[in-house]
């Protein structure tokens, strides 16, 4: 990347930081874990397209350098802008879901982990568009926790931005956005693929509001 991109990528990133915290006032509460520059996977609730950029946003700027969004290719492509935003200002590891890829998505988050970086991911997979508090977690988050199990894998729950930024709409609507940060945890030992899903979706459903859970 030149230096006047890198320039305009972390003009674009202090912009989309200012207009978050503007907007939604959108404030981290952690209530599990320390706010330092540690390496995570936190993953999060998904209602709607700012979900990432608020937890993003809300993170101190020393982790803030060293988090990469795990985002779909398919998105993040899909024009100019979107193009310059999700890799460049965002870094995200970009992942090509269509079957007929040969590269695996899995390769590129683990190498994205062993460069050191954290990662923001949504286990649901897609936007939670039904009444239910959550969707099925896929099977990505279990074979991070396998494949590097000395990394954090935080819960992350992210409140009120379905109703700030209802799908189909372009401006928010200004309330206040909460993205809460429970304990970490881990694959234990023996544990199978779906226990742990259910155990990682029952400790990101705990950081729901009252009122929602």
């Known amino acids: 990347m030149s230096f006047i991109r890198q320039f305009a990528a972390r003009i674009v990133g202090q912009s989309i930081r200012i207009?978050?915290?503007a907007v939604t006032a959108v404030r981290a509460d952690w209530q599990g874990i320390e706010p330092v520059p540690k390496q995570r996977v936190y993953f999060?609730?998904?209602?709607?397209?700012?979900?990432?950029?608020?937890?993003?946003?809300?993170?101190?700027?020393?982790?803030r350098r060293t988090v990469r969004p795990v985002a779909a290719a398919d998105y993040w492509l899909k024009n100019k802008?979107?193009?310059?935003?999700?890799?460049?200002v965002f870094n995200c590891v970009l992942v090509d879901r269509r079957p007929e890829v040969k590269d695996k998505?899995?390769?590129?988050?683990?190498?994205?982990?062993?460069?050191?970086?954290?990662?923001?991911?949504?286990?649901?997979?897609?936007?939670?568009?039904?009444?239910?508090?959550?969707?099925?977690?896929k099977a990505g988050l279990y074979n991070m926790g396998v494949a590097r199990p000395d990394v954090d894998l935080v819960p992350t729950w992210?409140?009120?931005?379905?109703?700030?930024?209802?799908?189909?709409?372009?401006?928010?609507?200004?309330?206040?956005?909460?993205?809460?940060?429970?304990?970490?945890?881990?694959?234990?030992?023996?544990?199978?693929?779906d226990d742990f899903l259910k155990r990682a979706s029952d400790a990101l459903a705990a950081l729901a509001p009252e009122e929602r859970s």
């Open 44 to 63: 999060a609730n998904h209602t709607s397209n700012g979900d990432m950029p608020m937890i993003w946003a809300c993170l101190p700027p020393a982790m």
């Open 19 to 21: 207009f978050a915290r």
């Open 158 to 193: 992210v409140a009120n931005l379905n109703t700030i930024m209802p799908k189909g709409e372009v401006i928010p609507l200004p309330l206040i956005c909460t993205v809460t940060f429970g304990a970490p945890i881990h694959v234990a030992e023996g544990e199978s693929k």
């Open 81 to 88: 802008i979107r193009a310059f935003v999700g890799p460049e």
């Open 105 to 137: 998505p899995m390769d590129k988050i683990i190498a994205a982990l062993d460069e050191g970086s954290s990662l923001i991911i949504f286990p649901e997979g897609n936007r939670n568009m039904t009444d239910d508090l959550l969707l099925p977690f």
